[in-house]
């Protein structure tokens, strides 16, 4: 007899990874509204507090006011727009690169780019960490994926003299780890792909508009920006709207528009979000823009320092996504809960998504935040650690 769709849920509750939604209500800021009472937000990507800010909004509002509520088609019909082409220019000259594309989300890029770029008989070198979408994209091409130990680049130097091919050959990382925080070490991957004559492309989702002059990127924090192919990042996270995009140059940019599916085959962002990306590059650039950053910065440091200094194991990393360890999946979902009965809305994370044993509260923070709110709940965090002999 065949296993039935309840079957599976059941096995999925009983390995204590069984996932369901939690409605919020209000806007994405530090504080929201969930089952009636107000709550500390503390695993938003709205690391800048964009997602509330009245310029993005406004902008949001005279695109619809000019042109309308979609696009109407795919970008290779009559889905190309004033905008997406604005965007595209803003987007190439704040990556610094030589052009740019636009795609309607972080997984639509990866998994577009990385099948138009390599297939049968190329190679792609992936970091064991790296996000979903970046394997999916690899399994999708048909491409050899060799996967190296995470942030290992003298593994993965070993690895690349041993199976480098006569294909084409890509390097692809996370910028900044979603599920840790820590950087990739691109200095020593821009110097491998230099030596095997490769592509080498970045994920910095979690990087763009936090790090590096202007919010530029790890890429820019880490001065190999002029090495990166393929500078990929999105607009849903520290830019407050939705979407993504890749700097590129204009031969990849051309090659992309022509092989990429998730290009070709997909209606094109609307206006209203093209508007509110076009004022959020702007405004990361401005000195508005600096001083959010100092600001998460400075909240970032607070928050970490307290939990280390608490006791709990946090792995290494300076950025404004702060993992603690739980452990096991059940340990995992009963800290998320007490968190949420002590006035804090923050999620466990557990397997696929972290390996087996490393579940995690998944802890980001805000420009927005107020430092005496976070130190609060440094106080409540270290009380449910030692109640359920976290610590």
């Known amino acids: 007899m065949s296993r039935t769709i309840q079957d599976e849920l059941e096995q999925i509750r009983r390995r204590d990874l069984y996932r369901s939604t939690r409605l919020i209500s209000g806007r994405q800021s530090a504080r929201i509204g969930h089952g009636g009472r107000e709550l500390l937000l503390l695993c938003s990507n709205n690391y800048l507090g964009l997602a509330e800010h009245p310029a993005l909004a406004e902008a949001s509002l005279r695109a619809v006011e000019r042109f309308g509520t979609s696009s109407g088609a795919s970008r290779l019909v009559s889905g190309t727009m004033e905008l997406h ?7 190439a000259a704040f990556k610094g690169s030589p052009a740019a594309l636009v795609f309607n989300s972080g997984h639509a890029a ?103 002059r202007c919010g530029r990127g790890s890429a820019d924090l880490l001065g190999v920006s002029g090495h990166v192919d393929i500078k990929m990042g999105t607009f849903g996270k520290a830019l407050g709207s939705f979407g993504a995009y890749a700097g590129v140059s204009d031969e990849i940019r051309e090659l992309l528009v ?103 509260i998944r802890f980001t923070v805000m420009a927005t935040h107020d430092p005496d709110d976070l130190n609060r709940a440094l106080e409540r965090i270290e009380n449910v650690g030692r109640r359920l002999g976290v610590l």
């Open 85 to 91: 082409e604005e965007l595209e220019r803003a987007v």
């Open 258 to 360: 022509n092989r990429c599916r998730s290009f070709i085959f997909s209606t094109s962002l609307p206006p209203a979000v093209l508007g509110a990306s076009l004022a959020a590059v702007k405004l990361v650039q401005s000195a508005e823009g600096d001083a959010l950053r100092e600001r998460l910065h400075r909240n970032a440091h607070l928050f970490r320092s307290g939990l280390i200094q608490a006791g709990f194991t946090i792995p290494d990393g300076a950025t404004q996504i702060i993992p603690l360890i739980t452990g096991q999946s059940e340990t995992t979902m009963r800290f998320s809960e007490a968190l949420l009965a002590e006035g804090l809305f923050a999620q466990g994370i557990r397997p696929p998504t972290v390996p087996a044993g490393l579940g995690r």
């Open 110 to 212: 990866n998994t577009g780019i990385i099948p138009a770029l390599v297939g049968r008989g190329d190679v792609v070198f992936s970091d064991r960490l790296n996000h979903a979408s970046i394997v999916d994209g690899i399994l999708l091409s048909g491409a050899r994926l060799v996967r190296y130990p995470h942030n290992d680049h003298q593994q993965l130097a070993r690895l690349m003299e041993k199976e480098c091919g006569s294909g084409r050959t890509l390097i692809v990382s996370d910028g900044v780890f979603s599920m840790d925080g820590d950087l990739a070490p691109l200095a020593q991957l821009a110097e491998l792909k230099r030596q095997h004559g490769a592509l080498l492309m970045i994920d910095d989702a979690h990087g763009s508009g936090v790090l590096g």
